[in-house]
Structures are given as C-alpha cells and as structure tokens.
C-alpha cells in the first residue's frame, strides 16, 4: 500500500510537521507515566483505525518492556483485570475525549473526577494534550493513508 502524500518530504508538511514532532516529544517527557502514555496513545489509535500509529506504539511500548498481555487487552480494558485504577481513569478519559460525537457533552464531570483522582493537574494537563495529540496525528495517517508495520522502536524520539 502507498500513502496518498509523503508528510516528509512536501515543505508545508516539512515545517508544520517538525513543530508537530517536537510537541510529541514534550509529551513524552511529560509528568504522566510513560506506561500510561503507550496505553492512551494506543487506545486512542485503535479507536481512530490509525494503524500506523497501532504499529508504532505497540513497538515503542513493547521496548519499554510492557507486556504483550497489557498491550492485548488494551482495546478491551473495561473487562481487563491487568490495569490499574489510574490507567484506567486514562483510558477512559482517553476513550470520551476521542470520541466527542459520540457524547455530545464531551468528557463527563464523572469521567473528569475518576482521572483528577489519580493525576495531578500537570499530569491531567500532559494526559489531555496526549488524547489530542494522538487524535490529530491519527486523523493525518488515516486521511493520507500512510502504510503501517515497517515501524522501528525510537524511530522519531
């Protein structure tokens, strides 16, 4: 499969994208757990059918050692018993943020206090700036359908 548009090589992608990837790497050196980064980032990308973004944070989160099992069970962490209580108030956040249409009031005041609960205000900013993040860089893959799996751990940090 070829992409519809090479995002490296045009100069108006060139140059909002290296402002684009330096944003991704502030998160990654957010306050927020590195673990719970992986999991929201990968959440959100299955919800979006961004498989490029699936293929690289599944890779990412598997060199940072997080287990094959979590990474399974990720789009059905509801029923899953192998994540806390904070990943999974992020995964809900996560899940409502993406998902706006589809709750017209957007992210729930209970959904809000679960994740305020477990993440302190720097954290709950890094966590929202994350879900965002993640849905535009999703929305850029899929829109230009860039092809997933030759991915490499480190690839862009």
């Not at 059905?76 to 994540?83: D, M």
């Not at 899940?95 to 679960?114: I, K, S």
């Not at 929202?128 to 480190?154: C, D, K």
Request: aromatic share 6%.
């Amino acid at each position: 499969m070829d992409a519809r548009l090479n995002l490296f090589t045009g100069p108006t992608a060139g140059r909002a994208l290296k402002f684009i990837m330096s944003a991704g790497r502030e998160l990654k050196g957010s306050p927020l757990p590195a673990a719970t980064q992986e999991l929201v980032a990968l959440r959100v990308s299955q919800i979006n059918g961004c498989a490029v973004c699936i293929d690289m944070h599944t890779k990412d989160a598997t060199a940072a050692g997080e287990t094959a099992v979590r990474l399974h069970l990720v789009a059905a962490w509801r029923e899953a018993t192998v994540f806390t209580e904070a990943e999974r108030a992020a995964l809900e956040l996560a899940e409502e943020g993406t998902r706006l249409a589809d709750a017209a009031g957007g992210v729930g005041d209970e959904v809000w206090a679960r994740a305020a609960k477990h993440y302190d205000e720097e954290q709950l900013t890094a966590l929202v700036m994350l879900v965002s993040f993640m849905n535009m860089a999703n929305r850029l893959n899929v829109i230009t359908q860039q092809p997933a799996g030759s991915y490499e751990p480190g690839q862009f940090h």
